[in-house]
DNA sequence: TTGTAAGCGTTATCAC
DNA sequence: GTGATAACGCTTACAA
């Protein structure tokens, strides 16, 4: 039961100010040219007695936290879940807490939980927003507030955002099936209206187009990111009479939904039609066939995305239209038949 | 650029004296009889000045800060991130917010990072340990400190847990094996010395011994929850002259591993030899054969933990020997022969 | 029904 | 070299 003590008590131990045992324990000794012995007595003391700073105190007085707020759509997507892991290790290295908060896709707890967050201190937010309306976002950056989007970025807006580059990468992967033969491309999407699924659908287009093929929107489906999506518009897909001869799925579930909707109708991948995947898993490799995918670099995404961040909260001049997309990689595996 | 403010700025602009702003604010109006118009006017105020309060003045005032420490090994395993989600919602719905803290799967790390969230004035913490040594939490425990261990607990210290029932969890799927008609069966293990571990192995020789089949230490193998690990025992097994009829993996990425292993070899799983594994994910149904696992209840473990350690926030009495183990469940798919 | 003032544990300013 | 003291923003006796 070793109790813990405050500055105040290990001063009246030591007979010393607590301005000196502050100085001390702030490594500020030689600044203030406390003498040797007074240092080591008071350092002794303070391990002795168990001396605990009170991080709420300081925080109080020097309006700054070492906290910074992490807001995620949902932690349990292993997308999300690799970013939070790659921010929290940046963070902890330069004195950073992670404060998480989940929003469960729903933007009315995003807004709740942003405001709880200010109300926490933070000295700074990293958002992956739900991704629809930005409003709310943009406000907090108006007020100055030291804040980083990821993954699902606003274009319009000058909030710094740190992405993949979506449409490149969805350009490769489209590029890919069609270098391989592929003519009817289907293209399974995510969340319609935002802007990392736009990107992808641009990028598929943009090479359908590069390529001369043509451009059908019955091609085009699909709402969300689940699996289910992946799973319903496969066999909508397939009950045309012209099914595609492959499928770019915009994330890995719906992939998995893909993957599973072709196994229910005995259709062979890559034999019966091609898939290739926005989003490497450590499973990708496992699946049947072992899956070629667009991979997206979250350790680089998330500790930029901190990096960012703090340059911000350090200097709040320099945190206008700064916007950086990383580029994705093709990891090439045999869900694609290689036709050519 | 809508600028906060704070109470004091509130009580000036009101002439009201801070006490009375402090009360409304906090719905202590009737309490206090303050009247219906000062109530108005103090909302109403608040609302149009953007009043904000300040939760760590607050916190150093009432020494609580509605905030609980969550510490796991690696957040970016799939079965961390879930636990962190259904933890995360739980605390939420309290009003409580997660500091979150990774060790890396390291001991030093955890250590540090226990004293940092001391520091920071959480109000409990619920830790994932490493799992080898257990010291420094119950150094915490001694200290009256409110702390709820999840999945890798330790039975000798009196310092509340929630995980699963390892050891029936194991047994089930043993017996499932060899109800099945599987004679041979290897254990490919994790962390030797954690509990978890122990468990499973305790249950797997159980149902060795109910069903008379011979131990064979050779059989065990095995030191971390890694891929490579089940990968290397994997091929390490097939190399004896009698290879076993199952394998039970102590995890799902020890049981990627040994796909990969059985891939290589052109071993056939079911028909080669069967497999079964702890925990289940998502991917589990989608690899070929899909796998079948005994799953593990996350959510129910993280809303429990919570639970269990919001009581001990508010009454440290009832924290001895509280321990919980959650049943699991076994999942049938087709990675076992049914050979009877 | 409202107000005054102390105190939570720090750090910074100014003084000696 | 060291120390008083104010201040950070809030809650809460105690007054009125």
Known sequence: MSKSVNIKELSK??????????????GK????????????????????????????????????TDTIGLLVPNIS?????????????????KGYLILLCDSDENQQNEIKLLETLKKRKV????????????????KLHRENFPLVVIDRYFPDINVPYVTSDNFQGAYNA?????????????????????QPNKDRVRGYLEALKTYNLPIENSLILG???????GYIQTRLLFSFNSPPDAIFALSNLIALGVIKAAKEMNL?????????????????????PSLTTIEQQRNEI????????????????IANNVNVKIATRLIERNSVKLKK
Chains 1, 2 share one sequence.
Do not use: M, W
């Open 123 to 138: 000295d700074g937010i990293i958002i992956a927003p739900v991704g629809l309306e930005s409003s709310h976002i943009q």
């Open 302 to 317: 998330g500790k930029l995305a901190v990096n960012i961040l703090l340059k911000f909260i350090q200097d709040s001049n």
């Open 13 to 26: 131990y030591l007979n010393l100010s607590v301005t000196t045992i502050s100085r001390v324990l702030n």
């Open 223 to 229: 709402d969300s990111y689940s699996e289910e999506n």
């Open 77 to 93: 997507n292993p997308f999300f879940a690799d970013l939070s892991k790659s921010i929290e290790k940046e963070a902890s290295q």
């Open 29 to 64: 000794a030689k600044e203030y040219r406390i003498s040797e012995k007074t240092c080591e007595k008071v350092l002794k003391a303070a391990k002795e007695l168990n001396y605990i700073p009170n991080t709420l105190a300081r925080g109080l007085k020097l309006s700054k």
């Open 268 to 288: 062979n991948i890559p034999d019966d039609f091609s898939l290739i995947s926005f989003d490497e898993q450590p499973y990708s490799a496992f699946l049947t």
């Open 174 to 194: 489209v590029e890919y099936l069609i270098k391989h033969g592929h003519k009817k491309i289907a293209c399974i999407q995510g969340l319609p209206n935002s």
